[in-house]
């Protein structure tokens, strides 16, 4: 039963319609739980510490809890969505915590988790648990540097760079 509490993400994905987006969602709420109840735990980009530490912890029982459910439902069912929450965890490492942010990140995250492009499909070949989790932590890894590209757009500071290296 603990196994699949934590592979359905907190039993969303036994939603009916989009379990990973259901996830994603649930991984949104957890992020800004943690924002608004308990900052000193997650504040957003400076509370990187932290978050590897969920990320971390929540990879090693996505892992287990995966293969221990694969036994019952298959190689990568749709119900196990511990790696989307894994997933979107990683877009929003160093980015400073905003409602725009967050959006951003789960946009990202669900495209590349989706589309699985540059290798990420090739993640799933890892057996057990490690390939369940495995595609979606590289497409956490792909979002976060497409989220970290745009906040140094937004920011101009890409704008900045470019400019001094072409008048350099």
Known sequence: MFWKFIATGFGSGYSPIAPGTAGALVACAVLWVFHEYWPQFYGGAESWPELLLLIGGFFFLGVKSAGEVEKEWGHDASKIVVDEMVGLWMAMLFVPFS??????????FRIFDIWKPLGIRN?????GGWGVMMDDVLAGGYSLVVMHLWLMLKDGVLVQRFIGVAAG
């Open 99 to 108: 409602l725009l942010n967050l959006g951003t990140a789960f946009v990202l």
């Open 123 to 127: 993640m799933e070949k890892f057996n």
